[in-house]
Antibody, heavy 120, light 108 residues
């Protein structure tokens, strides 16, 4: 059974740095083709892709957020960490950790429950 | 282009067929993935990579593609299909993932 769970602060102040951890089980991020990423959803709004890290440590970032983001993985701990600097109220959103595989468009087969992060 | 465009809302009578569309220049090059999201829940993948359904997804869900338009079809919509639907693919550079703005499906 594959599970992903997000953890981190639910309230941050403007200009602070947000650190979110995704802890997962049931798969290995060392598997070729695997990716773990972050999707966010502001309240009442659409999904936004934020970042991805692949099995080979290739990292991708949403262009509009690239300067503020860092994604890392610890394969031995089955964790992926996302850091977002200089938080702003517009970053208030539910942040989902996701597992993708199976196609170049990386369908996200598994989602965490999400963590609501409020910037205020 | 780095955008996918969806109609904000669509409705369908119970048991009828509905098509939800997604437009974007990148769709001429890349497959579309479709997600269903019900209120208060995380999204669920319903279709990926040219009409593949994850296990547990009913076969009334299917997709098709024509040029820069992808379509999710629900044949015989059920009350439980009422949800927001999002398309996703890569942008035209191929380097990044993008989502459409979502379509709210109402089953009447």
């Amino acid at each position: 059974q594959i599970t992903l769970k997000e953890s981190g602060p639910t309230l941050v102040k403007p200009t602070q740095t947000l650190t979110l951890t995704c802890s997962f089980s049931g798969f290995s991020l060392s598997t070729i083709g695997m990716g773990v990423g972050w999707i966010r959803q502001p309240p009442g709004k659409a999904l936004e892709w934020v970042s991805l890290i692949y099995w080979d440590d290739d990292k991708r970032y949403r262009p509009s957020l690239k300067s503020r983001l860092t994604i890392t993985k610890d394969t031995s701990k089955n964790q992926v960490v996302l850091t977002m600097t200089n938080m702003d109220p517009v970053d208030t959103a539910t942040y989902y950790c996701v597992r993708g595989s199976g196609s170049y468009t990386l369908p996200f087969h598994n989602w965490g429950q999400g963590i609501l992060v409020t910037v205020s | 282009s780095s955008e996918l465009t969806q109609d904000p809302a669509v409705s369908v009578a119970l048991g009828q067929t509905v098509k939800i569309t997604c437009h974007g220049d990148s769709l001429t090059s890349y497959y579309t993935n479709w997600y269903q999201q019900k209120p208060g829940q995380a999204p669920v993948l319903v279709i990926y990579a040219k009409n593949n359904r994850p296990s547990g997804i009913p076969d009334r869900f299917s997709d098709s593609n024509s040029g820069n338009t992808a379509s999710l079809t629900i044949t015989g919509a059920q009350a439980e299909d009422e949800a927001d639907y999002y398309c996703s693919s890569r942008d035209t550079s191929g380097d990044h993932l993008i989502f459409g703005g979502g379509t709210k499906l109402t089953v009447l």
